[in-house]
């Protein structure tokens, strides 16, 4: 049985052949989702992505979920406004949680960067077990996001 790190190397390196060439937002992001929930049982995997002044709903995999997140607000806001990943184990504990869904309850959180270190938008992952993500999953999906970088927001 594959270890959680060599999923992750196998994907990172598909999803890098992908994107190759492709300049199209929607369609690489779309892709992405669908890879990341294909390969991870989690709950919910997407995107947010800055749209004037807000984090606003993009393509994804899951359940019904919230369509504006204004920055600093909830898990995705505070990882866009801090530029930084964050790994909430139970999203009870995360002081202004936005409760897309009641079935959620850890996430992780990503942001994603264009080629100035300005953030453009999170990767956005939740799971219905408690504690699902660990620096594994931190260090992985960074590296993701960095292809999305390199790929389309350079």
Known sequence: MENKQQIYDELTAQLDALMEGESEEMSVLANVSAALAERFPWFWT???????????????QGTVACMHIAHGRGVCGTAF???????????????????????SRSEIVVPIFNGKGEPVGVLDIDSTSLAAFDD???????????????????
């Open 136 to 154: 594994v999953d931190r260090q992985n999906l960074e590296r993701i996001c960095q292809l999305l970088t390199r790929h389309l927001y350079h």
């Open 81 to 103: 406004e801090r530029r930084q990943s964050i790994v909430v184990p139970d999203v009870e504990q995360f002081p202004g949680h936005i409760a897309c869904s009641s079935l």
């Open 46 to 60: 997407g995107f947010y992505l800055e749209r004037e002044g807000e984090l606003r709903l993009g393509p994804f």
